[in-house]
């Protein structure tokens, strides 16, 4: 379904964790707003800890994707935005993020920021996303 390219024409990813193009077919898409360190309970988790507030955004955004019915490989697009942001942080956050997907990982096409601020004084990682629904797609499995 979705088909994710990276033309020799352009620099090869700098890890097997996205693609330059992602290309859904036409239909629905889902937009998954940036979701925070916050857990189902209002809480915030993992304070002035970038690592342990990633591995949360990366939950509630798995678990938004499983109420839409589907599966990682429908996501085509994901933006990380990380509050100050450094080399050494890179790894921490994609650990965060294979502590939650394992094998699911969702490569797609994608985009690291280092930003001043957040929303919040308190967050320091977001992360949203685009998510592309199957052409017989009519409900969402959480309601």
């Not at 693609?19 to 304070?47: E, T, W, Y």
């Not at 678990?63 to 994901?78: F, I, K, N, Y």
């Not at 004084?121 to 998510?131: G, H, K, P, Y």
């Amino acid at each position: 379904m979705i088909r994710h390219l990276n033309p020799v024409s352009m620099p090869a990813p700098v890890a097997p964790l996205y693609a330059q193009i992602s290309i859904a077919p036409a239909g629905a898409l889902a937009f998954i707003a940036g979701q925070v360190a916050i857990d189902a309970d209002g809480r915030l988790v993992g304070k002035d800890d970038h690592r342990l507030q990633a591995e949360q955004c990366f939950r509630n955004l798995r678990d938004a994707v499983d109420a839409l019915g589907v599966g990682t490989e429908h996501v085509v697009r994901m933006g990380l935005h990380v509050v100050r942001h450094s080399n050494e942080l890179v790894g921490s956050i994609f650990e965060a993020g294979h502590a939650v997907f394992g094998q699911g990982w969702p490569v797609c096409a994608s985009l690291f920021l280092g930003v001043e601020a957040l929303g919040h004084s308190d967050w320091l990682v977001e992360i949203d996303a685009i998510v592309s629904l199957p052409p017989d797609f009519d409900r969402l499995a959480c309601c």
